[in-house]
Nanobody
Framework: QVQLVESGGGLVQAGGSLRLSCAASGRTYSISRMGWYRQAPGKQRELVATTSNAGFTNYADSVKGRYTISRDIPKNTVDLQMNSLKSEDTAVYYC?????????WGQGTQVTVSS
């Protein structure tokens, strides 16, 4: 099993920045990919950004150029730097990990962008 704990959410004005962090524990050696998803009220959960152990990254079109994902494999952490935030970025952000044939989720952290 892998446990994921997020931190760093909060309230920010449009145009501002936030940094989310996620720390993994447990069978971290099995992790092959980590990333972030988000879910806005009334909407489905959607991919934000992911990164593999080999360093390949994938971003949603809506966040390209504004968000940056970074991973520290020895420390088992993945961060999401969010710049130029918009009201439509408001959502619960979930840390995500894939490994050993399983998918893991954090408990989520709220990001609210006021316009």
């Amino acid at each position: 099993q892998v446990q994921l704990v997020e931190s760093g959410g909060g309230l920010v004005q449009a145009g501002g920045s936030l940094r989310l962090s996620c720390a993994a524990s447990g069978r971290t050696y099995s992790i092959s990919r980590m990333g972030w998803y988000r879910q806005a009220p009334g909407k489905q959960r959607e991919l934000v950004a992911t990164t593999s152990n080999a360093g390949f990254t994938n971003y949603a079109d809506s966040v390209k150029g504004r968000y940056t994902i970074s991973r520290d494999i020895p420390k088992n952490t993945v961060d999401l730097q969010m710049n130029s935030l918009k009201s439509e970025d408001t959502a619960v952000y979930y840390c995500h990990a894939v490994g050993g044939g399983s998918i893991y989720w954090g408990q989520g952290t709220q990001v609210t962008v006021s316009s």
